[in-house]
């Protein structure tokens, strides 16, 4: 997808919530889609901010909202409560892999799980639409 007509959707979808297309708001989905890491709402705030934009946090929270409801963004929930956002523009389908100890986040994909999967949903005469796999552990540098 190119970096214009992500722009063009974002700025439709802007309108469709009924927000105004505002420097600040476009920061936070080039900030989103430039970064292919897990980060924070917290930690894209402060990126965005060391960029000398003004924003405000209410803005970047509900921007990420937003970039999530429309597919370009990812919400992981790690079990800790406090959510990390990735980008979902040119990033398939992957699970993660987390370190207790120093947060560290690792994408796998490994295709005889994800047709594990679909043969479970089968058996039980499902159609699956999505999963979350989270692995937990210690990383090599923390064991
Ligand atoms: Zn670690
Ligand atoms: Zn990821």
Redesign the pocket.
């Given at each position: 997808m190119t970096n214009e007509k992500l722009l063009s959707d974002f700025k439709d979808v802007l309108k469709k919530e009924g927000l105004k297309v505002t420097p600040q708001r476009i920061a936070v989905l080039e900030e989103i889609i430039k970064d292919k890491g897990h980060r924070e709402s917290e930690d894209i705030y402060m990126a965005i901010k060391s960029r000398k934009t003004h924003v405000s946090r209410a803005t970047v929270y509900r921007t990420l909202d937003i970039l999530v409801q429309n597919g370009f963004a990812r919400k992981l929930n790690l079990g800790d409560g406090r959510a990390r956002y990735e980008t979902k523009i040119d990033s398939p389908h992957h699970d993660h892999i987390i370190?207790n100890?120093?947060?560290?986040i690792i994408e796998f994909v490994n295709d005889e799980i994800e047709k594990m999967q679909e043969e479970i949903a089968k058996q039980h005469h499902f159609k699956l639409q999505q999963h979350i796999h989270q692995l937990f552990g210690?990383?090599k540098?923390?064991q």
């Open positions: 370190c100890e120093c947060g560290k210690l990383c540098e923390c």
